[in-house]
């Protein structure tokens, strides 16, 4: 029989899919709740850490708002709307050939294994508001 935390991983796992567009961590626990009423927050929270450390889930810093979780895993980058926060998936592979790890790795005299960009801008939504 599966362990409790093995259940809450899988539902929350799944549930930051069936969002699919970047939920913070308090979206993902109002989701989950509705299929385990009992889950806590902070496990919930954990849990998306765990699964980021794993490698099932990535992590969006997005300008000054909340984190978002994302069960993309593949390198793509983002764009934020600076009037509602909404963070979407910019298209694929178009930008990341001007990112040279090469570089960077000269410049701070790390060991470079991946970047985050996010873009920042004002979605077609609010644009039209
Ligand atoms: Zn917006
Ligand atoms: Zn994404």
């Given at each position: 029989m599966a362990s409790r935390n093995t259940v809450q991983q899988r539902v929350i796992a799944q549930q930051l899919m069936e969002l699919g567009n970047h939920p913070t961590a308090d979206e993902v626990y109002r989701a989950v709740r509705r299929q385990l009423p009992s889950v806590s927050k902070a496990t919930v929270y954990r849990t998306l850490n765990?699964?980021?450390h794993l490698?099932?889930?990535t992590c969006v810093i997005a300008g000054l708002g909340a984190e978002r979780f994302d069960h993309r895993t593949d390198e793509h980058c983002h764009v934020v709307c600076?009037?509602?926060g909404t963070v979407q998936d910019v298209s694929e592979?178009?930008?990341?050939?001007?990112?040279?790890?090469a570089d960077a790795a000269a410049a701070c005299g790390y060991e470079i294994v991946g970047?985050?960009?996010?873009?920042?801008?004002?979605?077609?939504?609010?644009?039209?508001a």
């Open positions: 765990k699964l980021v490698g099932e889930a600076m009037k509602c592979g178009v930008f990341n050939d001007g990112v040279d790890h970047h985050d960009l996010v873009f920042e801008g004002i979605c077609p939504a609010c644009q039209r």
